[in-house]
Nanobody, 125 residues
Framework: QVHLVESGGGLVQAGDSLRLSCQFSGGNFNSYTLGWFRQAPGKEREFVGTINWSAAHYADSVKGRFAIARDNDKKTTYLRMNDLKPEDTALYFC????????????????????WGQGTQVTVSS
């Protein structure tokens, strides 16, 4: 059974940077594409970005500020967040799913089979 654990969240000020980590276990890491999503209070879960084995894709709201990486040896994916804004405040989740050649599908939470418990990011103004 695949298990995902996020870490690295916290309280930061606007303009700061933060790096989230997501540790994968219980399966073949190399078989999965990895997604990051976030959910603010009272809002739906929102796509942040996804990474397969060669490329990452991002939501327009974070493009140019956030970067996703994966370390296959450590079975870990990272979300580097720069120039954080108060509107980035949310519970951040990583997810694992099967890669498909459909960027729209990869942007949907329903595509992913496994989820972590989330890590809270709060950005003060």
């Amino acid at each position: 059974q695949v298990h995902l654990v996020e870490s690295g969240g916290g309280l930061v000020q606007a303009g700061d940077s933060l790096r989230l980590s997501c540790q994968f276990s219980g399966g073949n890491f190399n078989s999965y594409t990895l997604g990051w999503f976030r959910q603010a209070p009272g809002k739906e879960r929102e796509f942040v970005g996804t990474i397969n084995w060669s490329a990452a894709h991002y939501a327009d709201s974070v493009k140019g500020r956030f970067a996703i990486a994966r370390d296959n040896d450590k079975k870990t994916t990272y979300l580097r967040m720069n120039d954080l804004k108060p509107e980035d405040t949310a519970l951040y989740f990583c997810a694992a799913g099967i890669w498909v050649p459909d960027s729209e599908a990869l942007g949907r939470a329903s595509h992913y089979d496994y989820w972590g418990q989330g890590t809270q990011v709060t950005v003060s103004s």
